[in-house]
């Protein structure tokens, strides 16, 4: 949990050079901002584009991950089916907003247009092979950056949160230009409304309720547990103001 911006790019090419192309000017736009990090341009395809394949460590590894795409499909009793999805193709690169902030990746990938998945069938409930069609189709990207805990004072709190926030809107600004942007949703609503001070309110009130949340949570577990929230410098008072907001 915390407050995040989720995005999704699109290209309307279908060639992987012009695709390429369209992230190469994305990346120089990062390196033109003053970004802590930004990662060089990768392409992979075949078994590399599986984050199954890629270590803990890998420092690919977040971006693998998140280069998944997800479908649904009817099951048995009105259900669904989540299905993992991941790319043929890869090309995209990370950067890190600032100290505190996660990784904002940036990509566009494409996708097979069937998996094989195994589903059950018959009385005997017997596990057998089924091709399924994905849907993906095109260039395709589609991404979260969680901006939050960037606001931590010892990160350098609000002025910090704020510039890796507005980072990340920057190259969404800069993807729209490009034409591939396809979606945002931003949890602070600064995609929307472009209020600096509002979206400081906004993470203040975000920390506060989180901090409640999760001090509940740790004393009804009654053990040590861990959260970035509660590694803020000022967590009990964000937790007591948390509290009186909820109880208030």
Known sequence: MGLTIH???????TSGKRAKELLSQLRQRALDLPFAEVGELIELTGPACNHE????????????VQAREFIERPAPGGLRHIYSVP????IAFSTLPGHG????????????ATIEVQTEAGPSRRRVAQKLRTGLSGWRWGS?????????????????????????I??????KSLGILDHVSDEGDYWEKRDPKALVEEVGSWNEVLAAGFGKFKDQLGYQVEAPIAEFP???????????AVHG
């Open 53 to 64: 394949n890629h270590g803990r460590d890998d420092p690919l590894g977040w971006l693998i």
């Open 101 to 112: 902030c996660e990784e904002a990746n940036f990509g566009l990938c494409r996708y097979p």
């Open 87 to 90: 790319p043929t193709h890869v």
């Open 144 to 168: 979260f950056c969680k901006t939050e805990y960037a606001s931590n004072p010892e990160c350098g709190g609000p002025e910090n949160f704020l510039r890796c926030h507005l980072l990340v």
């Open 170 to 175: 920057r190259m969404l600004d800069h993807a």
């Open 7 to 13: 995005y999704n790019l699109r290209a309307k090419t």
């Open 234 to 244: 000022d967590f009990e008072h964000l937790e007591a103001r948390g509290q009186e």
